[in-house]
């Protein structure tokens, strides 16, 4: 079955760095897009940035020049580089896949911008 592990969540300070890893697991992981999402208290989950099987990239605007989505087809890993973090930036980090029939989450990772 599919399954989506995330991790490398953490505490930062704002202007910092953090590296968010998806391990992948059940599926043909390099012929699937994969995204990351997130979802901050009393908000709606929002995407963050996709990446194509084919390494296309997009983003949303909040965080276009600060993030990175890169994959590992060889780990079956999904890595979201998150640079000059804000407070803003606060929220759980989901990453997301589907197919045809229906949509996978992981469990999420808490990431935290504060002083």
């Known amino acids: 079955q599919v399954q989506l592990v995330e991790s490398g969540g953490g505490l930062v300070q704002p202007g910092g760095s953090l590296r968010l890893s998806c391990a992948a697991s059940?599926?043909?992981?390099?012929?699937?897009?994969m995204r990351w999402y997130r979802q901050a208290p009393g908000k709606e989950r929002e995407l963050v940035a996709a990446?194509?099987?084919?390494?296309?990239?997009n983003y949303a605007d909040s965080v276009k020049g600060r993030f990175t989505i890169s994959r590992d087809n060889a780990k079956n890993t999904v890595y979201l580089q998150m640079n000059s973090l804000k407070p803003e930036d606060t929220s759980v980090y989901y990453c997301?896949?589907?197919?045809?029939?229906?949509?996978?989450w992981g469990q999420g990772t808490q990431v935290t911008v504060s002083s």
């Open positions: 990446i194509t099987s084919a390494g296309n990239t």
């Open positions: 059940g599926f043909t992981f390099s012929s699937y897009a």
């Open positions: 997301n896949t589907r197919d045809p029939f229906r949509t996978y």
